[in-house]
């Protein structure tokens, strides 16, 4: 069975830094492309970023490239999201969700987790 | 605003058909395959449809997707009460270089 497990979420103030994680299990991680999906409150969901099986191929959204870094450990089955300079637009539930492929541009999200919160407050 | 345009809300009664638009352009929709996502409240979304029509396993066959030039549809026959979700459609935008997805479509089965 497939299981995506979101941690780093918390109460973080503009302008601080925070990493995110996605824990995979239930597959074999470096066989397929992963991506971070967030949903501010209330609101609809937004891709955010997607990094091939090698990490060769990367994508961000336009509205976090610069301040969003995407990575991932096949050793380890873990992919990440490091955000900087965070906004208070930054606040949502951020999904982490498997790609049915090796790319992260070409097919789809077939597997999402639970997602982990940011609020990010003074 | 979202790329994609979805209707905010539809609702049905129980055994009814519904059915949710999701409109694009020529950039998205109009030159890649389009996949929908389920959202039950409070949980995460999964995967209904993709690749416009195709279902995955465990899916019922009361979903049915389907495209035609830059739009596409979600069509839900023989509504339940569980079927009460948002519904999000989403593409590759070619001018984008991203994922883009509709605003959702709150289902309401009344």
């Known amino acids: 069975e497939v299981q995506l497990v979101e941690s780093g979420g918390g109460l973080v103030q503009p302008g601080r830094s925070l990493r995110l994680s996605c824990a995979a299990s239930?597959?074999?991680?470096?066989?397929?492309?992963m991506h971070w999906v967030r949903q501010a409150p209330g609101k609809g969901l937004e891709w955010v970023s997607g990094i091939s099986w090698n990490s060769g191929n990367i994508g961000y959204a336009d509205s976090v490239k610069g301040r969003f870094t995407i990575s991932r450990d096949n050793a380890k089955n873990s992919l990440y999201l490091q955000i900087n300079s965070l906004r208070a637009e930054d606040t949502a539930l951020y999904f982490c969700?498997?790609?049915?492929?090796?790319?992260?541009?070409?097919?789809?999200?077939?597997?999402w987790g639970q997602g982990t919160l940011v609020t990010v407050s003074s | 605003q979202s790329v994609l345009t979805q209707p905010p809300s539809a609702s049905g009664t129980p055994g009814q058909r519904v059915t949710i638009s999701c409109s694009g352009s020529?950039?998205?929709?109009?030159?890649?395959?389009v996949n929908w996502y389920q959202q039950l409240p409070g949980t995460a979304p999964k995967l209904l449809i993709y690749?416009?029509?195709q279902r995955p396993s465990g899916v019922p066959d009361r979903f049915s997707g389907s495209k035609s030039g830059t739009s596409a549809s979600l069509a839900i026959s023989g509504l339940q009460s569980e079927d009460e979700a948002d519904y999000y459609c989403a593409t590759w935008d070619d001018s984008l270089n991203g994922w883009v997805f509709g605003g959702g479509t709150k289902l309401t089965v009344l």
């Open positions: 020529s950039s998205n929709i109009g030159s890649n395959t």
């Open positions: 969700a498997k790609d049915k492929g090796y790319n992260w541009n070409e097919n789809y999200f077939d597997y």
């Open positions: 239930g597959f074999t991680f470096d066989d397929y492309a």
């Open positions: 690749s416009n029509y």
